[in-house]
C-alpha cells in the first residue's frame, strides 16, 4: 500500500475511521494474503501516520522558507526564521516592519478540499496573549511553491479549542478543520502601498489568481476589494 500511495491516503485520517471504511482496494489485498480486515485497519493507520509525519515536516518547512522569502523581497533584512534554530518560541518567524515585531506561526498545508491543522497549547496561549502574534496559513502547490496565503480569525481559534475538564488532564495538542469564512485573504495587517500591491498580489490579496486552486481559501467574490486594514497611499 505504500508503494501503490493510493489518492486516498493523504485523508484517511477523515477517511477511514474503522473497519467499515476501509477502501476496496485494502479489501481486496487482505482477501489476497488471507488477513483480517482488522489488520488491514491497523496498517492504513501505521502508514498514514508515519507519512503524515514525513510529509508535515517537508511541507511545514517548505512554507515557512516561501513566506520568508516574499517578505524579505518587500523588507529586506526584517524578517528572522527563528524555528530554524529554535521551535519552542510558539511562532516561526519575525517581521520587523515599521517598529512592530510581527509574531508570525505558520501552517503550511497542500491539501486543497480541506484546511486542516495542528496547532499547540503553547502556540494557542501565545497568539492570545500576544497581540502582535498571527497565524498564516500557506497553501502550496505540487512543487511545494506558495500559490495561496491567509490570515486565520483569531475568534476561531478561541471558539473551537478544547477545555480542560479536570486538573488531572489538560490538552496539549487540538487539529482544527477550518473553513473559508473563518480566514482574513493576504496579509492584511502589513502596511502595504500601491505598487505592492499591484506586485505581490499573492501577499496582498491571498492568492496568485483570481480562481484558487484551494476549495478553502475564500473566493474573489467573497472579498472586500481592499482588506479595511490595508493601507494604501
Not at 500511495?5 to 471504511?21: E, G, I, K, R
Not at 508515519?50 to 522569502?69: F, H, N, P, T, Y
Not at 511553491?145 to 478561541?158: R, W, Y
Request: glycine share 6%.
Amino acid at each position: 500500500m505504500e508503494a501503490a500511495d493510493p489518492p486516498w491516503l493523504d485523508n484517511a485520517d477523515v477517511l477511514v475511521q474503522n473497519s467499515d471504511d476501509l477502501p476496496q482496494d485494502i479489501e481486496r489485498w487482505s482477501d489476497l494474503l488471507g488477513l483480517p480486515a482488522s489488520s488491514g485497519l491497523r496498517v492504513v493507520r501505521r502508514i498514514s501516520g508515519k507519512m503524515d509525519l514525513a510529509r508535515r515536516a517537508q511541507v511545514g518547512s517548505a512554507g515557512e522558507i516561501a513566506l520568508c522569502a516574499l517578505l524579505d523581497a518587500r523588507w529586506p533584512g526584517a524578517i528572522n526564521h527563528v524555528a530554524e534554530t529554535d521551535d519552542g518560541f510558539g511562532y516561526d518567524i519575525t517581521a520587523s516592519i515599521q517598529e512592530v515585531e510581527w509574531h508570525l506561526e505558520v501552517k503550511s498545508t497542500t491539501r486543497k478540499g480541506r484546511l486542516s491543522f495542528f496547532l499547540s497549547r503553547h502556540e494557542f496561549e501565545m497568539g492570545l496573549a500576544d497581540r502582535h502574534w498571527k497565524l498564516l496559513v500557506v497553501g502550496l502547490d505540487d512543487d511545494l511553491e506558495a500559490s495561496c496565503i491567509a490570515e486565520v480569525d483569531k475568534s476561531a481559534l478561541k471558539q473551537f479549542a478544547p477545555a480542560d475538564r479536570t486538573t488531572s488532564a489538560r490538552w496539549e495538542s487540538a487539529r482544527y478543520d477550518l473553513r473559508g469564512d473563518q480566514l482574513i485573504p493576504g496579509l492584511a495587517f502589513l502596511p502595504w502601498r500601491e505598487a505592492d500591491r499591484i506586485a505581490h498580489r499573492l501577499l496582498t490579496l491571498g492568492t496568485r489568481s483570481q480562481r484558487p486552486d484551494f476549495a478553502w481559501m475564500p473566493k474573489e467574490a467573497e472579498r472586500t476589494a481592499v482588506p479595511p486594514s490595508l493601507s494604501i497611499s
